[in-house]
């Protein structure tokens, strides 16, 4: 397995720019719905983490959540330990920065809805 690493080409870059690899990394699908149910309760069995991972359009597969897992793993976001899946220092600082996009996207939304 191998996930987009700056320096080589990405998904909309072929430079392979460190944000363009980061965000092909956080656009694959569950990617960023793994990060963000993992930072708020903290160290998530498989299974827990599976039920936490519901949208719309139904929830996780074991297969998709067991790719997401490794690759989150290898980007170093994500680690397992004793209590379960949880996120690294570097994780947490991630989903710190992103934390203030969702406020932004749902203000997005609102003007997008006035036209």
Known sequence: MSIPKPGKPVRGSTTG???????????????MGVLWNLAPRGPSTFRALQEACVSKSGTISPSILNTRIKELEEAKLLVRGLQGYELTPLGHELFDLLEPFKDWAHRWSRELETD
């Open 17 to 31: 720019a460190p944000l363009m690899a980061l965000f092909d990394l956080l656009g694959r699908r569950w990617a």
